[in-house]
């Protein structure tokens, strides 16, 4: 189960706007430059989350992560939301 099984897509972008709120301003490209310079986009970082990512984008995310709070914030709140969903149903 992932957090798109128990929020609409809706409900997702409205947490991450609540948590991200620059996400509708960061590019979707995911070249070198752009993952040094912005922030990623929330629709990203939910596809990273839910492992929809093919390989070289998913290593582009994983670079970003690794210099950005920000984003790295938004990751861990979506593993939250999945931990508590988790949770509620006894898994």
Do not use: Q
């Amino acid at each position: 189960m992932n957090i798109g099984d128990i929020l609409s897509p809706d409900e997702v972008r409205m947490f991450v706007d609540a948590v991200f709120p620059l996400a509708d301003a960061a590019p979707t490209d995911l070249s070198d430059e752009w993952v040094s310079n912005a922030c990623l986009s929330d629709h990203t970082i939910l596809a990273f989350h839910n492992g929809d990512l093919d390989l070289d984008d998913a290593a582009s995310v994983e670079a970003h992560l690794r210099t950005c709070e920000t984003c790295r914030s938004v990751l861990l709140a979506l593993k939250e939301i999945d931990n508590l969903e988790r949770g509620m149903n006894g898994g």
